[in-house]
């Protein structure tokens, strides 16, 4: 029996994307759509005292212009997280529609609705905002302190979104153990965007007295939501379409335009409306990466052992909740994870600032948090002269450990194999060796890191998929999912799974890319990790239920006993003597128009998941630095994965090759910055933000280890963002073993090696 499942079938939408047939919300949108411009704040923090809007309106080609003063009184949440019926676990609605009170530079204040691109662009320009401008506070830690500007004075006293923490054992007892050496660091990871190739983009009309958005979203569903919740309305007044992404990283999970959309829509007459981000505003005005501090301290014995371990974490949030305090809070729950210790004390906080809205991006938390973790196990290594690769061998997470949370449980040696498989790839024991005790300006180094992740989101909140299936006449069938499809290859993967579920060849598996929410069954959308692993339920209970209900319409048309009775390739067989009794499309075609038993074959179910699933891995990256240029050059990186059986090898390498490339942007160059005097972004666009090119790129190697997911319908889990995990501190940790300077904060730009290589005396002025 052949099965689709583990082979490299090309993309199901490959042929669309790249004959340029693929319609995406720009080419859909009507081209009579009225224009959306924005009007944004030109100050950080203070309020809006006044909008002349009488220029702007003169223009012509100006159909209206509206302002902070005009929209509802409704704050609202953002964030693509699932709804809860408990308010305790509900998103923090903290903004408007447009915002009166701003709180950074490039807060939505105005929006001027146009006949054409033009006239929208000149009516922004003539709206004159006079402000009351405010102190502002940029920094995560200065923004917690009690003199600090107040962002969000209705929520209270403080500019602490929220504060949590993890103690295991006792941290202050623990660490006055003679003999034991203390290391101790901080590490900075910066404020960074996720650059996907399309820009945020929506528009809006009104139809039979309901408002319809087509959006480039990961998540239709939760959007639906919260642009009703924004626009006051019930929730069954708001249908969102999802045609093909162009990527999204996790800026699209999060209701960005869509309500603002929507209410302009409503605003005139119901006419089609097009709003679509320029790539300066998705820098600023959609979401980026949290920039995260984190202060680890760690006692440990001269042979290793980790005896105390204290954990800090602030999180610059920015100036709306949007994800808010779940990606700094799971970084500071992979801490005690990954290396067990008896004795820990963590403490995690999310603050808001005058920055732009942080959200979530590829890997939640964890990037921000690897790169902390494992520089300070090689800070480590080095206090007590051990190898870093046979310090990791021994400390790490052991088969059989239990996460009393989430009830993950470590099956199997994952990362020993994984490690060893990085090793040989890279060649780890001999250049480790060759590049000890170098001189000379050019040196190289070798380094490693390892990771942490999870595949979805329970028990923190709802996880639960569903699926349709629909056979046609001709033995095709046709499916349905929630779950979303945004250039990662989910429709491939998600069709693959339905071949093998139903028994038909995955060449007569048609997915339904576009998600619908008046048609498509419910399903939370593209996100941490879970589409493979969560999706996988569903599709095999409906592939079980439609495989049933064709089985017994193959028993009234063969009179042959179901328990005799199989589907294998797109055929009804004999299990008994594997003759082949008729093909599914002649099934299909005497079910539907028999004279005697009409009936279309249809099947539907929604699985609600209630486990979760570890995956694991590592990065072994090889550098070359030029010490007087304070440059580095990356030579080699292998980066190696336990994430279940392959559903489609190639596209696995294929998601692992993107997110290498976004974790050595993230390593060495990428940045958003930002004017100290004003809060105003100094580089949001591609030629000032230093994203990583195939220029900057060595061969990049993956590898895998398939060890079965025995919670998975398919042994799958999570893939999707562990790539982007552990690059950034495996090219720290090869910079560290190169030269014997440990560089703490990325981007690791010559601006920040010059400055430690200064301080270590490596060069001179």
Known sequence: MSKSVGKSIPRVD????????AKYVDDLCGRDALIIKVCRSTIAHGYVKSIDTKEAEAICGVVKVLTCFDVPDIPFPTAGHPWSTDPSHQDIADRKLLNQHVRYYGDDVAVVIAENEIAAV???????VEYEELPFVLDVQEAMKPDAPLIHDERGDSNIVAHTSINNGNYEEARKEPGLIKVEGWYDTPTVQHCHIENHGCYAYEEAGRVVVVSSTQIPHIVRRCTAQALGRPWGDVRIIKPYVGGGFGNKQDALYE?????????????????ECTREETFVCNRVRHAIRTHIISYVRPNGELVARKFEAFSNQGAYASHGHGIVAKGMGAFPQLYPCPNVECDAYTVYTNRPVAGAMRAYGIPQAMFAGESHIDDICKAIGMEPLEYRRKYLMPVGYVDNFSKNEMYYDSFNQCLDKGMKAIDYER?????????????????VAVFWYNSGVWPISLESSSCRMVLN??????????ETEIGQGGDTAFSQMVADAVGVPVEDVHVVSTQDTDVCPFGTGAYASRQSYIASFSIKQTGQALKERILEIAHEQTRMPVSSLDLVDGKIIRTTDGRVLKTLGELATESLYSLEHSQHITAEKTTQIKSNAYTFGCTFAEVEVDIPMCKVKLLNMVNVHDCGTLINPALAEAQVHGGMSMAIGYGLSEELKFDEKTGRPLNNNLLDYKLSTMMDHPHLKSAFVENPEPTSPYGVKGLGEPPAASGAPAIRNAIFQATGVAIDRCPMTPHVLYKEFKAAGLIED
């Open 473 to 482: 006449q001709d033995g095709s069938l046709q499916f349905q999912l929630g």
């Open 14 to 21: 490959a042929f669309e994307k790249a004959t340029g047939r």
């Open 431 to 447: 250049k480790l060796k060759e590049y000890q005790n170098q001189t000379g300006p050019i040196r190289r180094g070798v380094g």
């Open 122 to 128: 000149q009516g922004v320009r003539a709206l004159k």
């Open 259 to 275: 309500p603002l959309c929507a209410w302009c829509s409503t605003k005139v007459g119901g006419r089609l409306v097009h709003y």
